[in-house]
T-cell receptor, first 113, second 113 residues
Framework: DADVTQTPRNRITKTGKRIMLECSQTKGHDRMYWYRQDPGLGLQLIYYSFDVKDINKGEISDGYSVSRQAQAKFSLSLESAIPNQTALYFC????????????FGPGTRLTVL | KNQVEQSPQSLIILEGKNCTLQCNYTVSPFSNLRWYKQDTGRGPVSLTIMTFSENTKSNGRYTATLDADTKQSSLHITASQLSDSASYICVAPREGGSYIPTFGRGTSLIVHP
């Protein structure tokens, strides 16, 4: 089984809908991240969490919120989806003891109509 | 804000040929630099991590070099294979201490038979 899983893998929704993307990991890492990837652009950090009680905004947090329900779970919500949030979303984990190398999930392709 | 610039943006080579990808970064002080490989539609996977004291590091047919004076890194791929077709992403930390990564836009490599 994959160490970092994301659900759903694909989602099509309409403008104004609330959407939740979920991420689970079995690597035992404390640090978790949500990224967005648009064609031709680098990965952009949305939110990150260094432990269950820690939530931090990344460079593009507007329009997004997160919840760290447990060490293994980190969910991303779009409160009211808009078309320019159409993108590929990745969850990642890392472990300071492991040099903070990031381990990525398979991604969620979100389309907002 | 730390910047990571990669070149070329895209590259097409024939199977069996070598190629070199470039990365320039601005982060200071420098702690480490990573190269990731991202297959189409999948999450990035770590190839190498280099600290400021390392000049070169190999991972099979992949060799990364680092010049901390000029703030440049390169990734050399030897005897390319079709499976090397992917995006190669250079990543530097945003600031020292807590590791928040800045991702380059990547170099898209296509290996033709």
């Amino acid at each position: 089984d994959a160490d970092v899983t994301q659900t759903p893998r694909n989602r099509i929704t309409k403008t104004g809908k609330r959407i939740m993307l979920e991420c689970s990991q079995t690597k035992g890492h404390d640090r978790m991240y949500w990224y967005r990837q648009d064609p031709g652009l680098g990965l952009q950090l949305i939110y990150y969490s260094f432990d269950v009680k820690d939530i931090n905004k990344g460079e593009i947090s507007d329009g997004y919120s997160v919840s760290r329900q447990a060490q293994a779970k980190f969910s991303l919500s779009l409160e009211s989806a808009i078309p320019n949030q159409t993108a590929l979303y990745f969850c990642a984990t890392s472990d300071l003891g492991g040099g903070d190398t990031q381990y990525f999930g398979p991604g969620t392709r979100l389309t907002v109509l | 804000k730390n910047q990571v610039e990669q070149s070329p943006q895209s590259l097409i080579i024939l199977e069996g040929k070598n190629c070199t990808l470039q990365c320039n970064y601005t982060v200071s002080p420098f702690s480490n630099l990573r190269w990731y490989k991202q297959d189409t539609g999948r999450g990035p996977v770590s190839l190498t991590i280099m600290t400021f004291s390392e000049n070169t590091k190999s991972n099979g047919r992949y060799t990364a070099t680092l010049d901390a004076d000029t703030k440049q890194s390169s990734l050399h791929i030897t005897a390319s294979q079709l499976s090397d077709s992917a995006s190669y992403i250079c990543v530097a930390p945003r600031e020292g201490g807590s590791y928040i990564p800045t991702f380059g836009r990547g170099t898209s490599l296509i290996v033709h038979p």
